[in-house]
């Protein structure tokens, strides 16, 4: 059964959401701004805080949902070839730039091989 909203439901529905984004995000800098020294327990898990956001980007490029026929998994090969290489990149020589470049070169040279 499809249930149609009205556009002013929809609407409500997008600033409803913006509005408790906004609010997450702002009672954080409030809390945060206001503390004189963090806990070491919070400031251990910070720092963790761009690597899951990295990993939360790149997973889904490399591994997409399929339902055709079945429901699984499709691994994106050329795009975890780029990867590893990037990662490889990164680790030996600490240079944004170098492993961007880097990883583009490969992704684009295996997508036009194969």
Do not use: K
């Not at 556009?7 to 408790?20: E, H, N």
């Not at 949902?65 to 590893?84: F, I, K, N, Q």
């Not at 030996?92 to 470049?101: F, H, Q, Y």
């Amino acid at each position: 059964m499809m249930t149609e909203y009205e556009l002013r439901t929809i609407w409500m529905i997008f600033i409803a959401i913006g509005i408790g984004t906004y609010g997450l995000r702002l009672s954080f800098i409030l809390v945060v701004g206001r503390m004189e020294d963090l806990p070491p327990q919070f400031s251990g898990m910070l720092r963790f805080i761009p690597a899951t956001v990295l990993a939360a980007l790149i997973a889904p490029t490399l591994a997409v949902l399929s339902v055709d026929p079945g429901v699984g998994l499709d691994v994106a090969y050329t795009r975890v070839v780029a990867c590893l290489v990037a990662v490889g990149i990164a680790w030996r020589t600490e240079n944004v730039l170098a492993t961007i470049c880097g990883g583009l070169v490969v992704l684009w040279g295996v997508q036009a091989v194969v």
